[in-house]
């Protein structure tokens, strides 16, 4: 594509290829011109588009698994996950009859759960939907602008020009910058108030203040955390919602199952979900067929030969996943939601199970893959349990439109408008 080497993995058996035989081989990462980062910083802050596996990004790893996605990290921040559920469902219930927009609602859930885990407080206030509105926004025009392709990236020559004829660079650093106002302010307050007082919070930023991490360095890990973070869930819960309103039978099966589970309780909780079958099929077949990332990025440090190909070092070595998920030679009736096919199924998405690989394989693998799967579970629980949904004006579900937006992650193009009816 353009003067660069591109190549596209778009079967299990190059998958694995790519992601376990040559791992090592294929493990850099191609930063996107439109990315506002020079790639020195990246190198030295980030863990997502660290261009390299270096000693540094090796760390940045081992911190977020042990401090955030560890099952231990994991169990202590059960109770704020479920704190921010349950706000979620109280506010939707005053919402009763009216349009809501499905994915602000759950981004301030997800956000302000984020927000606890790493700040130790709320971020949006539910009953400010303009602000969580425009949060929402300025995290999916950074994604959206950071990680499309520009011609530069085809052409690299032509990044020494600066050209950015859409914006995107402009676009994704001017929304950098909002999210690193509001997040230093948090700090500097942090810094302020522990000089003082010596308070401690217990949460991921009293770590990485403890550990010597400067602002700098906080600020970029909470580029990856916060918008990655959010942006999956609110993504995959929206796709989720649209999927069970077209398939009437899913969506009674599925509430069938959360009624036979969940008994004489206010509030679902997380240890009420581990044996909910149906719940997690629909999950994964929400995520086969909309894979968060559509095309997983990975780029050769070094010349490899991968299935009597020889791929050229500094090429752009892309997994497609989302051609993998509706492939008829892996999937029957690859196009329709039938979350059945997962019941009888070990098939997993930890990355061992080539076919289906939503949130990667291999030491560049999702590392919140774990947070993700626990948060989703629980939203998706608690909307389908509590409410009944409704487009409005009557609309068909049939109707709802499904097509996509490119962006990291895949989002729908139209947000998805419904109204909440309470069920119990």
Not at 177 to 188: A, R, T, Y
């Amino acid at each position: 594509m353009g003067s660069r080497v591109v190549v596209f993995g778009s079967s299990p058996a190059v998958a694995a290829e790519i992601l376990r035989t040559h791992d090592r081989e294929l493990s850099a990462r191609y930063a996107p011109k439109a990315t506002p980062i020079e790639e020195s910083d990246l190198k030295k802050y980030s863990l997502l588009w660290s261009t390299d596996c270096q000693n540094q990004w090796k760390s940045f790893r081992v911190l977020w698994k042990s401090e955030l996605f560890s099952n231990k990290a994991l169990d202590l921040q059960a109770e704020i996950r479920a704190k921010k559920v349950e706000e979620m469902v109280k506010f939707l219930s005053k919402k009763e009859g009216e349009i809501v927009q499905i994915g602000d609602i759950v981004f301030t859930a997800v956000y302000n759960t984020l927000g606890n885990i790493c700040f130790s407080k709320d971020l949006i206030d539910f009953d400010d939907e303009k602000m969580g509105s425009d949060w929402r926004g300025i995290m999916w025009r950074f994604m959206e602008c950071a990680t499309t392709p520009i011609v530069a990236d085809f052409f690299p020559f032509l990044d020494l020009l600066k050209l950015d004829p859409l914006g995107q660079k402009r676009k994704s650093k001017k929304c950098m910058d909002k999210m690193f106002q509001v997040w230093g302010d948090v700090i500097k307050q942090r810094r302020n108030l522990n000089d003082h007082n010596d308070v401690k919070h217990g949460d991921f930023l009293d770590f990485m203040m403890a550990n010597g991490f400067l602002d700098v360095q906080i600020l970029y890990m909470l580029l990856e955390i916060l918008p990655a973070g959010a942006g999956t869930l609110i993504a995959t819960t929206e796709w989720a919602m649209a999927e069970l309103l077209k398939n009437k039978e899913a969506m009674a099966k599925l509430h069938q199952e959360l009624e036979g589970e969940i008994i004489n309780t206010n509030f679902i909780k997380e240890s009420q979900l581990s044996k909910l079958p149906y719940l997690n099929a629909c999950i994964k077949e929400t995520l086969r067929l909309h894979p968060p990332i559509a095309f997983l990025p990975h780029c050769a440090n070094s010349t490899c030969e991968v299935m009597n190909y020889t791929i050229p070092k500094n090429s752009l070595v892309l997994v497609n996943l989302w051609a993998m998920g509706h492939d008829p030679m892996i999937w029957d009736d690859p196009f329709s939601f039938r979350p059945e096919r997962f019941l009888n199924s070990n098939l997993e998405f930890k990355g061992q199970d080539f076919e289906f690989l939503p949130f990667g394989g291999g030491r560049r693998m999702c590392p919140g893959l774990p947070y993700a799967h626990r948060q989703l579970q629980l939203i998706l629980a608690s909307l389908i349990y509590y409410f009944k949904w409704y487009l409005p004006n009557d609309g068909d579900p049939w109707q709802i439109d499904m097509d996509e937006k490119y962006a990291v992650p895949l989002q729908m193009k139209k947000p998805l408008l419904l109204l909440p009816s309470r069920r119990c």
